[in-house]
């Protein structure tokens, strides 16, 4: 009750690991008091990565989920470990640590749709963001070109921009209403404070995501495909060369 995670990872999206004490566990998950498991959300895929415990067995992680109380997450056990999930108790001192490679690639593509929404000044209304591709779609009806857009980001890339995040108020997101760049993922309302990510000279706007800290992190990146998935949406997906 009131119980809710600590975020860790909306600080610093580098950490990798760290230690936390088990609130909560059943068949379906556990809940952590401070974790560095990013759950699904805002397009992007949830983390995965192990919770060893203190005898040194190891308990894996699939996915990570918000928990059906606000500001809990839910670490989601792979499947066929039972007898992992009997043995965690609340009050347990565990080590939480994620899939960085995973991760890594999730950042990366993060802060490469930020950097595609700063070259297609259309309204996004869908996002995706895996390990193995990312995807925008945009409300629009002109055509878009792979190529140039690759260049784009390439350039972008190359300029080696710094990434960062802070935290405005509700009231100053609500004075400045061309923050919002997304029509599905609207910035969660109601805790008085909003976070907003920032690539410097480039694009600003409300994202609670994980991101690289230089835009040169994000290396390789190219446009794969271009789809008119209706009259009014175009979508871009990205890929690692
Ligand atoms: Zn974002």
């Given amino acids: 009750m009131g ?45 995965r990565g192990e919770l060893r415990l203190p005898d ?10 918000k928990g059906a109380e606000p500001g809990t997450i839910m670490h989601l056990p792979a499947p066929g470990q039972e007898a992992l999930l009997a043995a965690l108790a609340v ?10 490679e995973r991760r890594r690639r ?16 259309h309204p996004v209304d869908g996002c995706s963001i895996t390990a193995d591709y990312a995807r925008l779609d945009f409300h629009m009806t002109e ?17 080696a921009r710094p990434v960062g995040h802070r935290w405005i108020s509700e009231a100053e997101l609500d004075a400045n209403p061309g923050l919002v760049r997304s029509m599905s993922v609207q910035p969660p309302r109601g805790q008085g404070r909003v976070r907003v990510l ?21 290396g390789a990146v190219v446009v794969t495909k271009i789809e008119k998935k209706s009259a009014m949406t175009r979508r871009v997906v990205l890929g690692f060369l």
């Fill in 56 to 65: 040194g067995t190891t308990l894996v992680i699939a996915d990570t989920r």
């Fill in 91 to 100: 009050g347990m001192t565990v080590q939480a640590a994620i899939d960085t």
């Fill in 143 to 159: 055509p878009l070109d792979k190529q140039a857009l690759t260049e784009g980001i390439a350039r972008l890339v190359g300029q």
């Fill in 3 to 47: 119980v809710t995670t600590a975020e860790l990872f909306r600080d610093d999206a580098s950490l990798a690991a760290c230690e936390a004490a088990v609130l909560a566990v059943d068949a379906t998950g556990v809940q952590l008091d401070r974790t560095v498991f990013y759950p699904q959300g805002g397009g992007q895929a949830g983390d």
């Fill in 198 to 218: 920032e690539i410097e000279g480039v694009d600003l706007q409300p994202c609670g995501g994980t991101h690289v800290a230089n835009t040169a992190e994000v």
């Fill in 106 to 121: 999730h950042m990366r593509f993060h802060t490469a749709t930020h950097l595609l929404c700063a070259l297609v000044p």
